[in-house]
């Protein structure tokens, strides 16, 4: 499956938030265009939730999200890819506050490390889009690895 890239470095710097918005809204937010996993499970993607996606921490101690990230931004196009992915990894989500892999999260991990998590509601005929990232390093992309298999 080709991975397709955008190219926010090559955008207006004055309206490249803008404009990226708008390829969020219209690529992931719209209701009438649902984005679908390969295994049948629509997931709902909000305009507010690309803040928390495409904005990296100054901080990590603060959790600030203050930088726009270009890298993460270039790869927006992937989140669809990569729930559409029949390759992709399905894993089981860490719950950070319970310290434990839990199976109302799910992880599709594919690319090299890029990952992206999603809710399923109980009957997982539905889910709501959580985050995306690709690692930067090797550890974490193992520990994802060799989680637990996601129970549908």
Same mark, same amino acid.
């Given at each position: ?14 309206? $490249?938030? +803008? ?15 649902? @984005?679908? #996993?390969?295994?049948? +499970? @629509? ?15 100054? =901080?990590? &101690? ?9 890298? $993460? ?5 992937? +989140?669809?890819? #990569?729930?559409?992915? @029949? #390759? ?11 310290? $434990?892999?839990? =199976?109302?999260? &799910? ?9 992206? @998590?999603?809710?399923? =509601? ?8 959580? #985050? ?7 550890? =974490? ?9 996601? +129970? &549908?």
């Amino acid at each position: 499956m080709a991975y397709k890239k955008l190219k926010p470095h090559k955008m207006d710097e004055a309206t $490249r938030e +803008i404009q990226l918005r708008q390829i969020w809204k219209e690529e992931y937010c719209d209701k009438t265009k649902p @984005v679908t #996993t390969h295994d049948g +499970i @629509v997931v709902s993607f909000y305009e507010d939730m690309f803040d928390h996606c495409f904005f990296e921490s100054f =901080n990590k &101690r603060e959790a600030d999200k203050s930088i726009l990230s270009l890298n $993460r931004l270039e790869k927006m196009m992937w +989140i669809k890819d #990569t729930l559409e992915d @029949v #390759t992709a990894l399905m894993k089981q989500g860490w719950d950070k506050g319970k310290k $434990r892999y839990v =199976n109302n999260k &799910r992880v599709n991990f594919v690319k090299d490390g890029y990952i992206v @998590v999603i809710s399923p =509601n109980g009957a997982r005929t539905k889910a709501r889009f959580i #985050t995306a990232y690709e690692f930067q390093d090797d550890e =974490n992309k193992e520990k994802v690895k060799n989680s637990p298999d996601w +129970i &549908r």
